[in-house]
């Protein structure tokens, strides 16, 4: 199949998926055109099937927002037609879902009808989407949509609590890599970062509020009295200033590392022994995800999706949201006793097989298969 994908191409889950769903068609022999402002941040290797069109936003003076929606549309028009595609695959609804409608409609004026498959990934819905800024147009472009995907069974059903949506919505979980994905010999990194064998905490993350990296911080602080161990934060974002000032002031910062953005996640966790992520709302938490195929056991809050992967008492533990006693607890719990953490990390590893791409991606494939079928009659 010839597919469109449209994404963010930053390091954040949505484009994450989205990227590594394009790779992974590709090697199956699929044309995969990539739509967006800048090349994505994990497409990062050449191959004959994969291609990259931007989409330049004029920079007129009159413009204090720049209309991306409407550059993006333009650009959806263009490669639709003159690439023949398939089917057009948007993720994240906002503004990605709207602006395929808006292609959509224009392109049926050059009488092709192109099937678009919106998938859902978390805040498009749970934090913005909701907002009434965006709620009227985020409702009637998923109506719009020709397949609605999200990635979670409770991203699902906030998306049908939210919002008055006509339409099915499948779910299609989060998926992994395990070829990246897998425990590295890293051994002289772990010596670097741990010379005394202490025990290596991570969090990885866009460091915005919904993280509560501030939790982070404050479990480890409660960790460090009684394991020795180190805590490294990876990613960037507007909490982490406040984070190091919390370092500093709870005196743990000789034992805390902010590492910053980084491309090769895999081999940090490969030097770790636990994964906190305490979000406020976490549809799926792909980050864990890429732990636990790390041999990482994953502490979390119950927050979204989080319940659908990490399992309680056998992956990780999941606690209440803010519930910081609770999560350091559990941490201790695992990390004070060697056969326990090895039970933990081989159940981690063991539930992160279930999401191995190869069993994920033949649901995409189906689907737009399903959906390019159904369109058919739309065909003009
Ligand atoms: O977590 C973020 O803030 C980034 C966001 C995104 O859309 O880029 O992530 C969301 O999508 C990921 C991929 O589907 C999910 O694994 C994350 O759980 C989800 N984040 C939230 O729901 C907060």
Redesign the pocket.
């Known amino acids: 199949m010839k597919i469109g994908i449209v994404c963010?191409p930053?390091f954040?889950?949505?484009?994450?998926?989205a990227t590594e769903l394009g790779k992974a068609l590709a090697n199956r022999g699929h044309q995969v055109h990539f739509v967006t402002y800048n090349q994505p941040a994990r497409l990062d290797l050449f191959s004959e099937n994969l291609f990259y069109h931007e989409v330049s936003v004029s920079n007129y003076p009159l413009f204090d927002f720049p209309p991306y929606e409407l550059a993006l549309a333009s650009r959806l028009v263009d490669v639709v037609r003159h690439e023949q595609l398939d089917v057009l695959h948007v993720?994240?609804a906002i503004p990605h879902a709207s602006a395929a409608f808006m292609a959509k409609q224009i392109l049926a004026t050059y009488g092709i009808y192109i099937p678009v498959v919106t998938t859902l990934?978390?805040?498009?819905i749970?934090?913005v989407g909701k907002d009434r800024t965006f709620k009227p147009v985020v409702t009637f472009s998923i109506n719009k949509s020709d397949g609605v995907t999200a990635?979670s069974e409770n991203?699902r059903s906030d998306t049908y609590k939210f919002f008055d949506i006509e339409n099915d919505i499948k779910v299609i979980p989060?998926f992994i890599d395990l070829t990246r994905f897998s425990l590295k010999a890293k051994d002289h990194f772990k010596k670097a970062i741990a010379p005394f064998g202490e025990k290596v905490l991570v969090h990885t993350?866009?460091f915005?509020k919904?993280?509560r990296t501030e939790d982070v911080v404050k479990i480890f602080a409660q960790v460090i009295k009684s394991i020795p161990s180190k805590l490294l934060m990876v990613g960037d974002g507007p909490e982490r200033s406040g984070c190091e000032q919390l370092c500093r002031d709870l005196g743990v910062t000789d034992n805390v590392r902010f590492l910053g953005k980084q491309d090769a996640i895999e081999e940090i966790l490969s030097v770790a022994d636990l994964f906190l992520m305490p979000?406020q709302?976490?549809?799926?938490?792909?980050?864990a995800?890429e732990a636990m195929a790390c041999k990482v056991p994953v502490i979390s809050s119950n927050a979204?999706?989080l319940p659908e992967l990490n399992v309680d008492g056998e992956t990780g533990y999941l606690n209440n949201v803010g519930d910081v006693d609770g999560m350091a607890e559990r941490a201790i719990y695992i990390l004070e006793d060697e056969a326990r953490l090895e039970t933990f990390k081989n159940n981690a590893l063991a539930r992160a097989k279930q999401f191995d791409l190869a069993t994920i991606l033949p649901l995409y494939e189906n689907y737009y298969i399903e959906v390019v079928e159904r369109c058919k009659d739309k065909a003009i």
């Open positions: 963010y930053t954040g889950g949505s484009g994450v998926v993720h994240y990934h978390g805040t498009d749970t934090l990635v991203l989060n993350s866009n915005r919904v993280k979000s709302s976490e549809s799926f938490g792909l980050a995800l979204g999706g």
